[in-house]
Nanobody, 126 residues
Framework: VKLVESGGGLVQAGGSLRLSCAASGRTFSSYVMGWFRQAPGKNREFVAA????????YYADSVKGRFTISRDNAKNRAYLQMNSLKPEDTAVYYC????????????????????WGQGTQITVSS
């Protein structure tokens, strides 16, 4: 399984960015997709997840109402639309997946995700 993120960059506070994750190596539409982030000196943090069919989405409280996760199974892609960005959103963002169809109660743990992209840097300036 290969996950490749794109769309990172530098943005001013209050701005927006859209991350994209291209997946390959297995049937994309069968599995949950998610996003984690890691700020300097901090542990990896769950951001959002979306079920295999896109019907269910889950968000960390810190991004709820500002970020939107989506997927296009026909294109084997997952997305993270980030609005109203804050300096504290600055981090490396990772696209993730595992062998489940949807999010579970322990899915906010990085250990529950088997497949990781290489990460893309998001920097939000104040």
């Amino acid at each position: 399984v290969k996950l490749v993120e794109s769309g990172g960059g530098l943005v001013q506070a209050g701005g927006s960015l859209r991350l994209s994750c291209a997946a390959s190596g297995r049937t994309f539409s069968s599995y949950v997709m998610g996003w984690f982030r890691q700020a300097p000196g901090k542990n990896r943090e769950f951001v959002a997840a979306i079920s295999w069919n896109g019907k269910f989405t889950y968000y960390a409280d810190s991004v709820k109402g500002r970020f939107t996760i989506s997927r296009d199974n026909a294109k084997n892609r997952a997305y993270l639309q980030m609005n109203s960005l804050k300096p504290e959103d600055t981090a490396v963002y990772y696209c993730v997946s595992n062998d489940d169809e949807t999010y579970h109660s322990d899915s906010d743990s990085a250990r529950q995700w088997y497949y990781w992209g290489q990460g893309t840097q998001i920097t939000v300036s104040s």
